[in-house]
């Protein structure tokens, strides 16, 4: 009986096993494109195949009954279909659906450029700014590699496509900074006050930007801080104009993380060695304190707060311009105190908050002196005043206090809705002569709402809008922002943007016109990109409209002045950038070039002219060259720009601006040179890690003109150039503890 | 009644048994198709293959493992192929492959992927892929300090980094020789990893 029943069983089993169902079809995308290397499964079994080239698969299966057929692909969703396995053929035919892809959609690069490590569409590296000859760790320095920016080296700031410096903003993990730079000397550009290494990421726009952000008619900066360092350290740096130390220290769990750092620099014995053509009668100095904290919330959010601290100071005599026998003094210290805390956590459901508050406060005491042969104070009656008001002292007050949310949710897939408000609290107080001006209080509110609408991996659309009141002025406004990505090959594809933006008055103008309204921008862009990972071409087309800007309205002479929004100009061009780490073996060159064609009436402007910010043509080569055998870097940078136009407006007799004399500068060449070497560049066992870093400007010598000053009457003019016709560095910077030794290189400069 | 439970167990022992041959021949059969393939395709036809035995099976690791592995070797040589995808193929395989067991095979296939994703642009991504993959190896040289594989590939990376970041051939040779020592230690259980003895030892015979 037993037996039997073995054998019986046995015999089922032989039958089970021989009778076979032959599966075969055809697996396609949603365009009917054949999706090769799919793979086709019986779930539950061993059985199934492999699509091929054509989208084909075929087996046969000893399988039988129900059983559910799955066919899957990298990228798309998953098919299934229940069949029922009896001996006779079955056809599959499977359409499977692109699954939208962070990976693989498209991202929107019209009017903007990315930086960083982390993110997918990034142009640069934040090694890359360290890295830039010329750029010395200054990351405006950098950016302007890119094309779309001036080569302005009289004043700080990025003048974008037609733009003045104050029309790019700088935001820090979504907020405003008010004073991203040092504060300002006449003809003389500063540097940004944040080392690119306190960001992992940066995205530079040269329009049509985010709905997000907001009062920066041309251009935004939006710089995104690092997380928890990889592992404690201590850093320090070395150099004959600044020395600096500091730590950062990972706690045990790595949930948070503390540091702090403090540099001093003092340009006093750079200028004994290297003669500079302005007179120094203060030297340079500069304390700046920072510290951070930093802590993982647990649900994968973090908390960071930053804050830093800077006192600096500088005197500098220059001959006045309409006098030989004198000479203008210039005397500035300045304090600035900076704080930032934002919280980014992740909600239940697929909500994410970006919660923050910043508050900052900026002391600048100015003295601006005509001064005699003997450096004295020269004293002038009041028959001439333009040379009267050149002696003042002014003590200057900005705080800014914000706070903004930004909620984001995210939408099936990628797509995602993302709104918010801010609020900025801005005080600007002026003392001039001892006489206190008008103290200006600014209360602005913002609501914004934008959605990130994906219809496939390769169709995107950004669509926002975005509402603004400033109570000084007492207006509103709605910004509304488009921009739209398609993919058209691979790596390649076109998008476009459209926006309006709007910015309040400057302080300085709005101390003497508070009836003013918003200036405003409206910007189209068209962006072609092809990028694969060596190579990035870029090609942007742009037509740039503005209205409502100010105007000078003089009321005596150019003493008393009152302004309206009577501007209007435009800006149109071209933007190429190519970049390749490809061609040549171990060698990385990127090349900009932009052409620009801009005219605005603003400010004492007789009609629409040129801007004196702006050139035609500029271009720049970046080049870049690690040689690993001597672990040491070579990075040249050429720049030019077609030369700047310059004006001298004066006022005829009815009070009215005209054109007392107009020119060009000479073209601006400048060629920068910089190397690091980097002993321990790879050796992960190391405990020290030191680079030694050296860097000189304008290699060949060019002597630059960036425009020039007008003496009262017009008879004279005064060109506008560097105080040294070149700029050495050398430095040393150490860290303890990891391998940042890459990152270090003019880390706290 | 008696008779009746005895035939189950008889029928269950032989079903289990022809189960695991089941597997058994599935997995030689296609770790035979593995030494024959020769295209992308062909090993990414293996890796499906595996890929459904590890599906049905659910309790052995050993599926994943090797639809993992299928797919680090075409990433070596095909010029054409999206490693990043690849690689995210393969460590996706690997935490199957984890979830059913921890081991350091397991973190040998993460250490390639990883080292994969860092040759697309070893410049920039030596921070991020490097670091995961020396991680990886580390984890797998805790989990067993004596596993040939680990020290081939630690050897091999060592071997393909300049002299002057700390790499070379004089660096790598003591690895390869430790490799090969175990290799020849190392007793072989059926259907586990055995692959890199003779990379190991061509490797060896190359640092001389």
Known sequence: ?749 | MKKLVLISFVLAAFFANAQSDKYVAAMKKNLTLMDSAKTTADFQNVSNAFERIGDAEKTQWLPYYYAGLALTIPAWTDQKLDKDANSEKIKAFCDKAEAIEKNAEISAIRNMAATQQMLIDPQTRWQTYGMEASKELQKGMQLDPNNPRLYYLQAMSLFNTPEQFGGGKDKAKPIFQKSVDLFKKQDHKPLYPDWGQKQAEDMLAKCQ
């Open chain 1, 1 to 749: 009986m037993k037996k039997i029943w073995l054998l019986f069983v046995f015999i089922s089993l032989q039958i089970i096993s021989l009778a076979q169902t032959k599966i075969r079809g055809k697996v396609k995308d949603g365009k009917g494109h054949p999706l090769a290397g799919a793979s086709i499964s019986l779930k539950n079994s061993y059985d199934g195949a492999t699509s091929d080239s054509l989208g084909n698969f075929s087996f046969t299966t000893t399988e039988h009954g129900d059983f559910i057929l799955s066919v899957t692909s990298l990228g798309y969703k998953d098919f299934e279909q229940a069949v029922t396995l009896k001996q006779e053929p079955i056809i599959i035919n499977a359409i499977l659906k692109e699954k939208l892809d962070e990976m693989r959609a498209v991202t929107i690069t019209a009017g903007s450029f990315s930086a960083g490590d982390t993110k997918r569409a990034a142009v640069l590296s934040s090694l890359d700014v360290a890295t830039t000859a010329g750029s010395n760790a200054d990351i405006t320095a950098a950016l302007k590699t890119l094309p779309g920016t001036s080569q302005v080296g009289e004043q700080e700031g990025l003048f974008v496509r037609g733009g003045a410096g104050y029309e790019t903003k700088q935001f820090i993990d979504g907020q405003l900074v008010n004073n991203p730079y040092y504060s300002s000397v006449p003809d003389l550009a500063q540097r940004g006050r944040f080392s690119p290494f306190l960001f992992k990421g940066t995205v530079f726009s040269t329009g049509g930007y985010s709905a997000l952000y907001g009062q920066a008619l041309s251009s935004a900066l939006l710089l995104e801080s690092i997380d928890l360092p990889e592992r404690s350290e201590i850093d320090a740096s070395v150099s004959p104009l600044f020395w600096g130390a500091g730590t950062q220290q990972l706690a045990q769990n790595k949930k948070s993380s503390w540091g702090i750092n403090y540099g001093y620099t003092n340009v006093g014995l750079y200028f004994d060695a290297v003669k500079q053509d302005v007179d120094y009668f203060k030297v340079p100095q500069f304390h700046t304190l920072d510290a951070n904290f930093r802590i993982k919330t647990k649900s994968g959010g973090i908390i960071k707060y930053y804050t830093t601290f800077s006192h600096n100071q500088l005197g500098i005599r220059r001959p006045d311009v309409d006098s030989a026998d004198l000479k203008d003094a210039f005397g500035l210290k300045n304090y600035n105190w900076y704080n930032n805390l934002t919280w980014k956590e992740y909600l239940n459901n697929g909500w994410k908050m970006n919660l923050g508050i910043s508050y900052s406060t900026n002391k600048d005491n100015i003295l601006q002196q005509v001064q005699d042969a003997q450096d004295q104070p020269k004293p002038f009656p009041d028959s001439s005043f333009w040379m009267l008001y050149k002696n003042f002292t002014l003590v200057h007050r900005q705080d800014l206090s914000q706070g903004k949310i930004v909620l984001e949710k995210k939408l099936g897939g990628i797509s995602a809705l993302r709104f918010g408000s801010e609020y900025w609290y801005s005080y600007d107080n002026s003392n001039y002569n001892d006489t206190a001006l008008i103290k200006l209080k600014d209360n602005y509110t913002a609501l914004f709402a934008e959605s990130d609408i994906y219809l496939t991996n390769e169709i995107a659309a950004k669509i926002g809008g975005r509402f603004e009141y400033s109570s000084i002025i007492n207006r509103s406004d709605f910004a509304p922002r488009v921009s739209l990505a398609y993919k058209t090959g691979k790596d390649a594809q076109v998008s476009m943007a459209y926006g309006i933006f709007y910015q309040k008055p400057e302080n300085a103008q709005l101390d003497y016109a508070t009836n003013l309204g918003y200036t405003k921008a409206t910007h189209y862009i068209l962006n072609y990109q092809k990028m694969s990972n060596d190579r990035i071409f870029r090609l942007e087309v742009y037509y740039k409209k503005y209205d409502a800007l100010v105007k000078t309205i003089p009321l005596f002479y150019n003493y008393y002045t009152t302004f309206n929004n009577g501007g209007s100009g435009y800006a149109q061009g071209i933007d190429f950038f190519w970049r390749d780490k490809k061609s040549i073996k171990n060698f990385d060159y990127w090349i900009s070039y932009s052409y620009l064609d801009t005219k605005r009436n603003y400010l004492n402007y007789p009609a629409q002219l040129m801007p004196n910010f702006a050139a035609t043509h500029t271009a720049s080569l970046v080049m870049k060259r690690f040689i690993t055998k001597i672990k040491t870097g070579f990075n040249v940078t050429y720049s030019f720009a077609s030369g700047r136009p310059y004006y001298n407006f004066m006022l005829d007799n009815n009070n009215k601006f005209y054109i007392a004399d107009q020119g060009k500068t000479k073209d601006y060449n400048s060629m920068n040179f910089s190397a690091e070497y980097v002993p321990s560049v790879g050796n992960t066992k190391a405990k020290t890690f030191v680079v030694f870093f050296v860097s000189m400007s304008n290699v060949l010598g060019y002597n630059a003109i960036y425009g020039y000053n007008y003496s009262f009457n017009g008879d004279t003019k005064q060109a506008i150039t560097p105080p040294a016709k070149r700029f050495y560095f050398f430095g040393i910077f150490l860290s303890w503890g990891v391998d940042r030794s890459q990152d270090a290189i003019n880390n706290n400069l």
